[in-house]
């Protein structure tokens, strides 16, 4: 199973960017669905989390700037990015929780995001 996502690129402080992560197969029991991202000499870190039932959750950072959404049909999430600034700048990476596991278990490959001020 692999994990596209796309919708990256460069983008002015204070516009937006929307990823998408679609799986290329059916993946059973997912928990949860979710963004990280790691910026160039950081440690990689969760941007937005959302579950099966649709809670969210957010890295104090983006609150009211992102917006994390899901289709659970077709086994794809978003990620609506507005406001972005430069320290958004990083590789976001898509991943995916299943039930049983304590972590994300699913990887995408990483779609660089650059914000220029």
């Known amino acids: 199973v692999q994990l596209v996502e796309s919708g990256g690129g460069l983008v002015l402080a204070g516009g937006s960017l929307r990823l998408s992560c679609a799986a290329s197969?059916?993946?059973?029991?997912?928990?949860?669905m979710g963004w990280y991202r790691q910026a160039q000499g950081k440690q990689r870190e969760l941007v937005a989390a959302i579950t099966t039932g649709g809670s969210t959750n957010y890295t104090d950072s983006v609150k009211g700037r992102f917006t994390i959404s899901r289709d659970n049909a077709n086994i794809t999430v978003y990620l609506q990015m507005n406001s972005l600034k430069a320290e958004d700048t990083a590789v976001y990476y898509c991943a995916v929780r299943t039930y049983g596991s304590g972590e994300y278990n699913y990887w995408g490959q990483g779609t660089q995001v650059t914000v220029s001020s």
């Open positions: 197969d059916v993946i059973f029991s997912i928990n949860a």
